[in-house]
């Protein structure tokens, strides 16, 4: 009796041999298996102003209808991936360092990036209304005897991260042309994020904080008790590439932001939509940083 043995090929010569087979029935069919498969994805980064899951309710609406409008603009699948960082330096860290694609940074960021790395290319900048520029307010709890900024002498106070635009550099600008200093507070300190200071005043750990319009409007409307003293502006936040994207992808990303006007998706993300924006609209966040010292010098007697 004569045994016959079947020597069977290995499994990846099938699955190569099916992949042949499919190529091969696509290309009957005037179709093809790459292009089924064809996908541009994309990573954007944004860093934690508020907790993580906050922060992917406020941004992802408008990152899928930015994918749609990519998607219409390229004639491709468009896939955003949406990292929250754990911090503003890490924020800049990973964009200057090419580790994501785009970013939405604060001014105050996007000013310590660009100084970083020159290459970095301004997408857009948040509207606020039809102007790229929105508030920051310094808050007390709702049953303070604080009215104004002349009362801070002597005071404790809250300011956001130490990175921050509206919750340090341009608040702490403002104390000191408004006559406080650092000297003249009982203490302060930097709780890193907006939502933190507002909780830290109404808890009534801090006498006064600083933090975003944005924010403080969201936390008071949901009952919050804080109530603002004074305000201040300055830039919005930059939507930023980094150093070596493909430029015609830059161009569709600048495109589809400015396409932006999902009503929903822009009133999750707090702002009005986007506008193309130059270095220049950051000359005043670069002011704020750069007489940083003005908040630290020594009070006068």
Same mark, same amino acid.
């Given at each position: 009796?004569?045994?016959?043995s ?6 990846r ?5 099916l ?5 091969m ?7 093809s ?18 907790k993580? #899951?906050a ?12 994918e ?10 468009v896939r ?21 694609d785009?970013?939405?940074?604060g ?7 660009k100084?970083e ?13 039809? #102007?790229? #520029?929105?508030?920051?307010?310094i ?10 900024t ?11 991260a130490?990175q ?9 600008l403002?104390?000191?042309? &408004?006559?406080i200093?650092a000297?003249?507070?009982? #203490?302060?300190?930097?709780?890193d ?6 909780? &830290? ?19 008071a409307?949901?009952?919050l008790?804080i109530r ?14 980094r150093?070596?994207?493909d ?6 990303l600048?495109?589809a ?42 009070p006068?007697?």
């Amino acid at each position: 009796m004569r045994v016959f043995s079947i020597n069977l090929p290995p499994l990846r010569r099938w699955r190569g041999l099916l992949g042949f087979l499919g190529a091969m029935l696509a290309a009957a069919s005037g179709t093809s298996v790459h292009d089924a498969r064809a996908e541009t994805v994309i990573t954007f980064g944004v860093y934690a102003s508020d907790k993580p #899951s906050a922060m992917v309710a406020q941004i992802r609406p408008t990152l899928d209808v930015v994918e749609r409008n990519l998607a219409d603009i390229l004639k491709d699948t468009v896939r955003i991936k949406l990292e929250v960082l754990r911090d503003y330096q890490t924020g800049v860290e990973v964009l200057t360092s090419g580790q994501i694609d785009f970013a939405r940074l604060g001014a105050a960021s996007y000013v310590t990036a660009k100084d970083e790395v020159p290459e970095i290319d301004l997408l857009t900048a948040e509207l606020n209304g039809d #102007s790229k #520029s929105f508030g920051g307010v310094i808050c007390v709890r709702q049953d303070s005897p604080i009215n104004g900024t002349a009362d801070l002498k002597g005071k404790t106070f809250a300011f956001g991260a130490e990175q921050s635009t509206m919750g340090r550099y341009v608040a702490q600008l403002y104390l000191a042309r &408004a006559g406080i200093t650092a000297g003249d507070l009982k #203490s302060f300190s930097y709780l890193d994020r907006h939502d933190r200071v507002a909780a &830290a005043v109404a808890a009534g750990q801090f006498d006064a904080g600083a933090l975003e319009e944005t924010m403080f409007n969201k936390l008071a409307n949901e009952g919050l008790p804080i109530r603002a003293i004074t305000s201040f502006r300055d830039a919005t936040k930059a939507w930023v590439a980094r150093k070596g994207l493909d430029p015609a992808l830059k161009a569709a990303l600048r495109q589809a932001l400015v396409a932006v006007r999902d009503p929903e998706a822009l009133k999750a993300l707090r702002f009005d939509g986007f506008e193309a924006a130059t270095d220049a609209d950051y000359a005043g966040t670069r002011a704020a940083i750069k007489e940083n010292w003005r908040f630290f010098q020594t009070p006068r007697s």
